[in-house]
Every structure is written in structure tokens, then in C-alpha cells.
């Protein structure tokens, strides 16, 4: 059974930090593309970082460049995303996504930044 478990969301001030966390397990992770979505209040989902299979080339979305860093540990099967100097137009609910033919969703993990 394909599972993927996300960890590490709160309420955090602008500025702050958190470390979101991706447990998955149900397939063979090395050979999946992983990626983290959010989902704002009224709003569509967004893309926000992805890191490949293999060699794990990043991309991020533009709004979190510089900010975010994605990153995965294929002997653990979790993948990660560092996010700093947080605002408050970061808040939503984060997702860990796991693509090749077919995509996998976790449950996701609410990610409040608020004074």
C-alpha cells in the first residue's frame, strides 16, 4: 500500500523556519520524481519544488527561490523541504507528491505563517 506521510508544519513567524518532512513507503521511491505542492486559502495548487530520481536535479517554483530547499534520503525513503525566511504568503497546506507513470498525494501539513 502506497503511503506518503508528511510531517513538520506549524505556526511559525515571518522570517522563521520550519523543515517539512515526506515519509513514503508502498514503492520503490528511488524511482520516483518528488515534488512538494501547496494549497493556499482559496486558491489553486501550486508547485513548489520537485527533485528528480537518480542524480536529484531540483527546480523550484519562483516564489520560493533562494527561500526553500528541497532535498531526499533514498536509503531512508523521505524527502524534505527546508524552508526559510518564511512570509506570510507562504501559508497553506503542503503536499508531498510522488510522480512516474501514475502520482501518489500525502495527506498534507498545514504550514501557518502569521505575527
Known amino acids: 500500500q502506497v503511503q506518503l506521510v508528511e510531517s513538520g508544519g506549524g505556526l511559525v513567524q515571518p522570517g522563521g523556519s520550519l523543515r517539512l518532512s515526506c515519509a513514503a513507503s508502498g514503492f520503490l521511491f528511488n524511482n520516483y520524481v518528488m515534488s512538494w505542492y501547496r494549497q493556499a486559502p482559496g486558491k489553486g495548487r501550486e508547485l513548489v519544488a520537485t527533485?528528480?530520481?537518480?542524480?536529484?536535479?531540483?527546480n523550484y517554483a519562483e516564489s520560493v527561490k533562494g527561500r526553500f530547499t528541497i532535498s531526499r534520503d533514498n536509503a531512508k525513503n523521505l524527502v524534505y523541504l527546508q524552508m526559510n525566511s518564511l512570509k506570510v504568503e507562504d501559508t497553506a497546506v503542503y503536499y508531498c507528491v510522488a510522480a512516474r507513470r501514475e502520482a501518489y498525494w500525502g495527506q498534507g501539513t498545514q504550514v501557518t505563517v502569521s505575527s
Open positions: 527533485i528528480t530520481s537518480g542524480i536529484g536535479s531540483t
